[in-house]
């Protein structure tokens, strides 16, 4: 192939094999197996988890994954302790950005005080009671670099088999 050629040019003047991209197909594969591999990393990670801190799981977040939610797993202080995959690409933001903060960070000018009141007063009631339903809100959110997204996130208080509530799982959604 000459310097001043394209690649679509090489390939109508090559007889290269009877599949037409062989090399994008291989491509293809290898990024389906990658993000397999990914998905299975997470669930791994969920399990454990849920393991360590006793939790009783009611909700199927392998499916909510699978789908494209963003999963944020967060303590009753609301520190991030757990982001997916997903985040980044959402957010901008790298896990290790995220993970010891509050998603407070991803809140700007246009985040609605009213609907963050509403959403604070639910987090802090959920002790009080086991919510059959998660807590839902839909908030402006920023990206890393700053341009608004509208997030729906419905949060699930996890309880230990116990009935402790320890933590927080937020299943999160750009609209």
């Given amino acids: 192939m000459q310097s001043n050629q394209s690649y679509a040019e090489y390939l109508r003047h090559t ?20 993000q397999e591999r990914r998905h299975r990393r ?8 849920a393991r ?19 999963l944020v797993i967060s303590n009753r202080a609301k520190s991030i302790l757990w982001v997916s995959n997903r985040f980044f690409s959402m957010t901008g933001y ?5 993970i010891g903060r509050t998603p407070r960070f991803l809140q700007g000018p246009d985040t609605d005080p009213a609907r963050l009141r509403q959403l604070s007063d639910d987090l802090a009631q959920a002790h009080l009671r086991s919510r059959p339903r998660p807590i839902r809100q839909q908030l402006i959110n920023y990206r ?13 208080p996890i309880w230990t088999k116990q009935g402790e509530l320890t933590h927080f799982i937020a299943v999160e959604k750009e609209v």
């Fill in 52 to 70: 360590t801190f006793d939790w009783k799981l009611t909700r199927n977040y392998e499916k909510l994954l699978i789908a494209g939610n963003t």
């Fill in 15 to 34: 007889a290269v094999s009877t599949r037409v991209f062989p090399a994008a197909s291989l491509e293809f594969f290898l990024l389906a197996q990658a």
């Fill in 144 to 156: 890393k670099g700053g341009t608004p997204y509208l997030c729906d996130i419905e949060i699930d």
């Fill in 94 to 98: 790298k896990p290790q950005e995220a």
């Fill in 42 to 49: 997470e669930m791994e990670q969920l399990a454990e988890l």
